[in-house]
């Protein structure tokens, strides 16, 4: 029997890309699963492919505190309680820091980084109670900086503390406080970045067919929660750069600077 049946998931952003990987993953393996986003027309789709589980979706935009309250008191009015909470929700940029609006900027951290904070902080004393999981859908971007991706890399590394933080907070409480950090992944987040004055960019500049696939992304992260890990750092290029960074830093600054740019002009 797997060990997530009859387990209480709650995974922000569950209406696409990784997310949406997840909750079809732990909904098959026999987990109840609640889940939020913003665009409805992809609800729909989500719904409509898992009639009759037990799928709770609802409304709402996590770099709001209200929204996040209301939707994990839904949660609780309907499964009663909460063992795992996976902080997957988050939107990228691309755009130089230069040219960038500043409220762009801010809704970046708003989203990636107080959107985690906001429903861990009204889910803690259910996984508390139950010696549950903590899980930050964090990115290589949270160890290395990234061109064009200032706010994005800013949101990243501030879940990679606040979670090392919280995780040692809670060391003999039984809760396990895990960040995961996907490398390149195919899913729509590319197609949704923003863009200097904070629209969508409505494109995607790079070969999402090379990368790992959501499905696969899931699948490691699902195995990290079981195995209870630290942190899970995913493919092989993420895995080689934050080791660069740590080791060669200057190294990875040219390395970085000639893979985003091309001649002087950023082009992914
Ligand atoms: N794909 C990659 O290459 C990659 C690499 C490293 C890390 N990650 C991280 O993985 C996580 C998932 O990304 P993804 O690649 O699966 O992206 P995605 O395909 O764009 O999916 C993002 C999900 O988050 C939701 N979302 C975005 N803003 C939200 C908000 N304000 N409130 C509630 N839900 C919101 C989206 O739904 P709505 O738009 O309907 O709200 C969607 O369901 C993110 O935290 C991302 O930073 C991705």
Known sequence: MSLFKDKVVVITGGSDGIGKALVEMFLKMGAKVATCGRNYDKFYQLQQ????KPLLIQAAD???????KN????VIANYGTIDILINNAGVSMRALFA???LDTLK????IN??????CTKFCLPYITQ???TIVGVSSIAGYRGLPGRTAYCA????????????????????????????GFTSSNIRNAALNSNGTSQGETTMDEGKMMTSEACATHIINAIEKKKRTLVLTFTGKRTVFMNKFFPALADKLTHNYFFKNGVLFK
């Open 71 to 74: 939707f994990i008191d839904k």
């Open 99 to 101: 040219d960038v609006e």
């Open 107 to 110: 809704k970046v951290m708003d």
């Open 113 to 118: 980084f107080w959107g985690a904070v906001y």
């Open 155 to 182: 949101s990243k590394f501030a879940v990679n503390g606040w979670l090392e933080a919280l995780r040692t907070e809670l060391l003999n409480t039984g809760v396990n406080v895990m960040w995961v950090c996907p």
């Open 62 to 68: 996590v770099s709001k505190e209200l929204d996040c």
């Open 49 to 52: 492919t898992n009639v009759s």
């Open 130 to 132: 139950n010696k549950g």
